[in-house]
C-alpha cells in the first residue's frame, strides 16, 4: 500500500508528465474553470469520472456521495447543482451509478451499517415503489444490480425536478440530464437511455427508460 509520501511523489510526477506534454496546460486551468458536464457518481474509489470518461482536469464538475443520491434537502449537492447551472452554465448532468454498488448492495439487503442507513433509506423507497422489476429467480446480486439501474433513474427525475433545472429550463438554457450505469468488471458505461432536456418531457421519457427495464411509467 503507497505511503502518504508516495502519493505526494507520484503527484509531482504526474504534474511533470503533463507539463512535458503541454506547458501551458496548468496556467490555462489555473486562469479558468469551464467544464460542459457536471458528474453525479458515486464516492466509490474504483470509478474515477474524469478517468473513465477520458476527460482533463477542468473538462467535467464533480460531485459524488454514495449510491449517487440526489434528495431536495441536500444543500452541497444542489450548491454543486446550482453552481454548476447558473455559473458554469453546464450543457449536460449525468448521474452515473454503478453496478456493484455497496451502498444499494446494503440497501437491498438492509445491512445495517449505522448512521448511512438513514441516507440509504432513499434507495430502499426505490425498490419498494418498483417491486415489479424484481423478479423471484433474481439471486441478490442481480437484484442490486437492477435497484442500481432504478436509483439511477429514479436521481435523473430528481435533478430535473429540482428549481434549479426547472428555472434554466424555463429561461431557455439548454441543459440536458443524463442517466448512466458503470460496469465495474470491464470499465463499460452503458446509457440507460434516459436523456431529459425540458421540463415536459420528463414523464415521457422516464416511462420509455423504465419500460426498458420491463416496468411501468410511473415516477
Known amino acids: ?28 486551468l489555473a486562469r479558468q474553470q469551464a467544464p460542459r458536464y457536471l458528474w453525479i457518481g458515486c464516492s466509490d474509489s474504483r470509478v474515477p469520472a474524469n478517468e473513465i470518461v477520458g476527460l482533463m482536469p477542468g473538462e467535467l464538475f464533480v460531485h459524488r456521495n454514495v449510491a449517487n443520491i440526489v434528495v431536495h434537502s441536500d444543500l452541497n449537492c444542489l450548491s454543486v447543482l446550482q453552481y454548476a ?9 449525468i448521474v452515473c451509478g454503478h453496478y456493484g454498488c455497496g451502498g444499494v448492495e446494503a440497501a437491498w439487503k438492509r ?17 419498494e415503489r418498483h417491486q415489479q422489476l424484481f423478479a423471484r429467480a433474481m439471486t441478490d446480486a442481480e437484484s442490486a ?5 432504478l436509483n439511477v433513474l429514479e436521481q435523473v427525475a430528481n435533478v430535473c425536478r429540482t428549481t434549479i433545472v ?12 443524463h442517466g448512466w450505469i458503470y460496469k ?15 421540463a415536459d418531457a420528463l414523464v415521457k421519457e422516464f416511462g420509455r427508460a423504465l419500460s426498458a427495464l420491463g416496468g411501468g411509467a410511473a415516477t
Open 1 to 28: 500500500m503507497p505511503s502518504l509520501p508516495d502519493l505526494l511523489s507520484n503527484n509531482r510526477q504526474w504534474a511533470e508528465g503533463v507539463k512535458r506534454r503541454d506547458p501551458g496546460f496548468f496556467d490555462r
Open 85 to 93: 447551472v447558473e455559473v458554469l452554465r453546464v450543457e449536460h448532468i
Open 111 to 127: 445491512t445495517p451499517l449505522g448512521l448511512i442507513d438513514n441516507w440509504l433509506r432513499h434507495v430502499q423507497e426505490i425498490a
Open 145 to 149: 444490480d437492477r435497484l442500481g439501474e
Open 166 to 177: 426547472h428555472d434554466a429550463w424555463r429561461r431557455g438554457q439548454s441543459v440536458a440530464v
Open 184 to 198: 465495474l468488471q470491464d470499465g463499460i458505461i452503458r446509457d440507460l437511455g434516459l436523456s431529459v432536456s425540458r
